[in-house]
């Protein structure tokens, strides 16, 4: 494997933006599942992340050549920091279950309620095929990662890092002969049953789901260049700031003596969240400041996670965003841009109108442009980089 300082600019930060991905799904997988593996495996991402910082600080500062190119590399660096403080934010939630700190439910229900989660597998003998809705992001195999490997390449013993819905993914571990994932799967009722009620749950939840918002909005901001939606995400940077003051008041004020392990684990979740959340305000500035290039454009174009906009058709006005089918397409809908109305989190029972802009996030099919099944179905594609955008 190329050593990271012998690699481009453009691929570290590509590699960089990918392993913070799935770090940050690693690292709740772990807290719901207990999976001392899995932890050690965020660690590592964490410590090449940290390797491809300060070879991306080298790289870029040897690159410039002219005042004129002072912009670029703030860019290129701020971005950068930004996944550096996302992964190190992983980093500390994986600590805890490393440590054997006991996990509150809350924050083990918050890590799981979303339907798709990300975990890791160690592969003891490997079937013909994959589940189909199963997403191989990683594998790991001497040390050595592979990003987004075939089926094909997967040999017994290999820890393979996958994505997919909660029966899917349980299907997948049972397979291959890996049953710690089973173990998170029957419990995952009990735990989602348990965000329900009380202020503590309701910020420990809330908290995540508005950092991941964030750091959505933030990346498509900069994809698009768009200033506006930059601009909420700092205004959302005011209202995680306050969740993070409200959920440490709520730990502080529904713990006991008992229970101050699992309160700590709350007060590091809510912390890492809130860490997420400000790297989503270091991303969106670069777009505010004017930073974006069609560098930066043309390398997180390449990560695996990826954002349109999409511009509805009149033959789709009036169907909610549900009867729209996009998650069942594999497209989740992040905001809806109705005139100078920005809707989020969309509701999943808004209809749209003609000239609406769904914001997606997808992930990049194997060998494939999602955009012409899209536009068969009503919607104008709009690529990043579009004036339009």
Known sequence: MKRAAEKPVSELLSLAAHYTSVAVDLALYTLASRDQLA???????????????????????????????????????????????ISDAAGDLAGLVLRGLPVHKFVSASSVCCGEVVTLVRVNRKPLEMPSLVDLLLLRRDGEYRISPEWSDVREGDIVVIRGPLEEAEEFSRAVGYSIYSQLSRGTPALISAIAGDDLSNAVLQIKSLARLMLDLALHSLLYNDKALAREVLRLEDEADSLYIKGLEAAFAAGNPAASEEMVSIAVFIKSMESIADAATMIANITIEGLVSDFLVETMEEAEEAYLKLLVGEELEGKTINELGLEDDGFLPVAVRSGST??????????????????????QPEGGDPTEALEAKGYKVIPPGSPEG
């Open 39 to 85: 932890a050690r495996e965020v660690l590592r991402l964490e410590r090449a992340i940290d390797d491809y910082l300060s070879d991306i600080i080298a790289g870029t500062a040897l690159a410039i050549r002219a005042p004129s190119q002072t912009g670029l590399a703030i860019g290129i660096v701020v971005l950068a920091e930004a996944f550096d403080k």
């Open 342 to 363: 920005l809707i989020l989190p969309v509701p999943r029972d808004y209809k749209v109108k003609a000239g609406d802009l769904i914001i997606v996030k997808y992930y």
